[in-house]
Nanobody, 126 residues
Framework: DVQLQASGGGLVRPGQSLRLSCKTS????????VAWFRQAPGKFREGISA????????QYRDSVKGRFTISTDNAENTAYLLMNNLKPEDTANYYC???????????????????WGQGTLVTVSS
């Protein structure tokens, strides 16, 4: 039974940080690409960061480059998203997802992700 459990969201002020976690089970984590997507109210879901659990290569959407860092702990089958210098426009539900495809192929295409976790809400407000 595949599970992806996202956690770590919350309410923070602009400029503060949060670390999201995505604990997974039921598939061979090392063989997958893991990504974080987000969806703000009234907007499409967008991929913001992805990582190859196999070789650690990463991708970031321009809007989060330099502020967000994606990582994995393969021993714990868990992916993380460290979000620094948060801005109000980062407010969204954040989802983790896993794809059997390579990072280059899966990239930020939601249709290529096989498994999804539930969202964790991040609210950035003063």
């Amino acid at each position: 039974d595949v599970q992806l459990q996202a956690s770590g969201g919350g309410l923070v002020r602009p400029g503060q940080s949060l670390r999201l976690s995505c604990k997974t089970s039921g598939f061979t984590f090392d063989d997958y690409t893991v990504a974080w997507f987000r969806q703000a109210p009234g907007k499409f879901r967008e991929g913001i960061s992805a990582i190859s659990a196999n070789d650690g290569s990463t991708q970031y959407r321009d809007s989060v480059k330099g502020r967000f860092t994606i990582s994995t702990d393969n021993a714990e089958n868990t992916a993380y998203l460290l979000m620094n210098n948060l801005k109000p426009e980062d407010t969204a539900n954040y989802y983790c997802a896993a794809s059997r495809e390579s990072l280059r192929t899966a990239y930020f295409f939601p249709g290529l992700y096989d498994y999804w976790g539930q969202g964790t809400l991040v609210t950035v407000s003063s």
